[in-house]
Every structure is written in C-alpha cells, then in structure tokens.
C-alpha cells in the first residue's frame, strides 16, 4: 500500500511491515511536497500525485531504483484547485474545482490531449475510474489565449463544439 502526507509518499506491505519512504521533498517554493492525492498505475509500475503548490501532476517510477520525480504535466489553470486523481490504462483523470468544477483527462503516455470529460460539478473531492478504453465524445475542448498587447494576460476556457 501507498499513501501520501506533507513533504512525502510511503509505502507499507497491506500488515504494516516493511514501512518505506518513496519520495520526499520540496516543491520550488522550498516548502514540503504536497501530494494530495495519489493513484497507482500497476502496469507502468508508477505512483502519480497531484501538487496544489506545483499546480501539476508527478510520476514517481517505481522500476527506476532512485524514485526521482517527474513532471506529467503543470498549468495553474487546470491545477488551481485540483481534487483527486484517477488512472487507467490509457489517461489520468483529476478534479479542477476552482476555475471550470471539471473533471479533466491527459493521455498518460505522451501528456497530450487534455480534455474535458464532466462539467458543471458542485464539491467534487474525489475520482475513480473503471478500467477500460472507453471513449466519449465530448463537446468541449481547452483553448488557452494570450493577449499579447497585454503582458501576463492569459485565458484559459472551455468552450462548446460546435456552438449551439
């Protein structure tokens, strides 16, 4: 088993023996990693995290020997308020609660083809999948704008296809 607190992801045998640390560390703001949720990919043998601080999903590759982390993917505006996150054998699934009350999708092999797969939630704290290749069509997608006559000025929305 795998759990995660401030600064830190162990791991245990299911009777508690063996207790292990798998990560620690700080984030870029020099305070402890936050892994707020955690989900565990068993055929990439990986544990993926979601940082409120980093705004972003990690990866820790349980085969590599040193557990280094890496960055799946880091934009504020789909990890503003994250809540949860989810895996199956082809995406990550998390919860972005502040911005869109969405749930969100990522390829979890190439990190492309962020899509919106719910939207209109009220409270979502958590996520679980079914494993599968099930596909839905959505009739939302992400764009992201910038103004460039205006430094900073970034957009992000989702936004109907084709517009009613």
Do not use: C
């Amino acid at each position: 088993m795998y759990w995660s607190a401030l600064g830190f992801i162990e791991s245990a045998q299911l009777d508690g023996s063996n207790r292990a640390t798998i990560a620690l560390g700080n984030t870029s703001f020099d305070r402890p990693f936050d892994a707020l949720y955690i989900t565990l990919d068993v055929p990439f043998n990986r544990i993926y995290f979601v940082s409120y601080d980093e705004s972003a999903i990690f990866y820790i590759d349980l085969d590599s020997g040193n557990n280094s982390i890496h960055t799946v993917l880091q934009n504020i505006f789909l990890f503003f308020q994250p809540h949860g996150i989810a895996v199956d054998d082809q995406y990550l699934y998390w919860g972005e609660t502040f911005w869109y009350k969405m749930v969100l999708r990522v390829n979890k092999t190439n990190y492309a083809d962020v899509s919106v797969e719910v939207s209109g939630l009220h409270g979502q704290r958590g996520i679980a999948v079914k494993k599968g290749r099930y596909e839905q069509e959505s009739e939302y997608f992400l764009w992201q704008y910038h103004d460039i006559t205006k430094p900073y000025k970034f957009f992000l929305g989702a936004i109907r296809f084709p517009p009613n």
